[in-house]
């Protein structure tokens, strides 16, 4: 079972659910042509998909367009269902920053046909995640800045305070559909500038100032 770790600590938090948000910055719904949602976009990645600083991005042979969408994680405490946005945070064990990496064309392709997004979202290593940082340690979620750079050069750069959808909100709308549970992860969207990245690229993922992760891209040839 895939685990994340507590910044500073030998904790282990066992992960569950990969719980994923669409869509929830108005200019990368924008940049994906993509209307403005109403309710909140809603996808899942398996566990396997969760890799660690320093780890490889493989490329799947299926694909020959990988893009990079940096976002802020939010760590569940413990179990609730239905929780009021009132009572939301009590159910935020911390924050990581985490890459939902991406098979664009595979994606495209699956919206064409009305298809889920699985394969494009959940594949292997497609899911990069920092250590922990615990909640109480962050004065306000919605006010980190993402960065993303490829190589050195940033590619995404924005705050959490332009989310559509807000983290009680997300917690309130997930947990009336899925039970929460300790150590399920909420990937909560990202902003705009996603784009390819291909063989040999390094990639740094950070919450300005508190934490980041790099990685590395390899092709599966």
């Given at each position: 079972?895939?685990?994340?770790?507590?910044?500073?600590?030998?904790?282990?938090?066992?992960?569950?659910?990969?719980?994923?948000?669409?869509?929830?910055?108005?200019?990368?719904?924008?940049?994906?042509?993509?209307?403005?949602?109403?309710?909140?976009?809603?996808?899942?990645?398996?566990?396997?998909?969760?890799?660690?600083?320093?780890?490889?991005?493989h490329i799947p042979?299926?694909?020959?367009?990988?893009?990079?969408?940096?976002?802020?994680?939010?760590?569940?405490?413990?179990?609730?269902?239905?929780?009021?946005?009132?009572?939301?945070?009590?159910?935020?064990?911390?924050?990581?920053?985490?890459?939902?990496?991406?098979?664009?064309?595979?994606?495209?392709?699956?919206?064409?046909?009305?298809?889920?997004?699985?394969?494009?979202?959940?594949?292997?290593?497609?899911?990069?995640?920092?250590?922990?940082?615990?909640?109480?340690?962050?004065?306000?979620?919605?006010?980190?800045?993402?960065?993303?750079?490829?190589?050195?050069k940033i590619r995404?750069?924005?705050?959490?305070?332009?989310?559509?959808?807000?983290?009680?909100?997300?917690?309130?709308?997930?947990?009336?559909?899925?039970?929460?549970?300790?150590?399920?992860?909420?990937?909560?969207?990202?902003?705009?500038?996603?784009?390819?990245?291909?063989?040999?690229?390094?990639?740094?993922?950070?919450?300005?100032?508190?934490i980041k992760i790099?990685?590395?891209?390899?092709?599966?040839?």
């Amino acid at each position: 079972m895939k685990q994340v770790k507590i910044k500073n600590t030998n904790e282990l938090i066992s992960v569950g659910k990969i719980l994923c948000i669409g869509r929830n910055y108005i200019e990368h719904a924008a940049e994906m042509k993509s209307e403005i949602p109403q309710k909140p976009v809603l996808f899942l990645k398996p566990s396997t998909a969760l890799i660690y600083n320093g780890d490889i991005i493989h490329i799947p042979k299926i694909s020959h367009n990988l893009h990079h969408e940096v976002e802020l994680v939010v760590v569940i405490a413990k179990e609730g269902k239905n929780i009021s946005k009132k009572d939301a945070y009590e159910y935020v064990l911390g924050y990581a920053v985490g890459l939902d990496m991406t098979l664009r064309d595979v994606q495209d392709e699956a919206k064409k046909k009305g298809l889920p997004w699985t394969i494009a979202k959940g594949f292997d290593t497609s899911a990069p995640i920092s250590d922990v940082i615990l909640a109480d340690q962050i004065d306000d979620p919605h006010q980190l800045e993402l960065v993303c750079k490829v190589n050195g050069k940033i590619r995404q750069q924005d705050t959490t305070n332009k989310m559509i959808f807000k983290i009680d909100q997300l917690i309130e709308y997930i947990s009336s559909i899925f039970t929460l549970e300790r150590g399920d992860l909420i990937f909560t969207g990202t902003p705009a500038g996603v784009a390819q990245v291909v063989d040999g690229d390094i990639l740094e993922a950070e919450i300005s100032g508190i934490i980041k992760i790099n990685n590395s891209v390899k092709s599966s040839y």
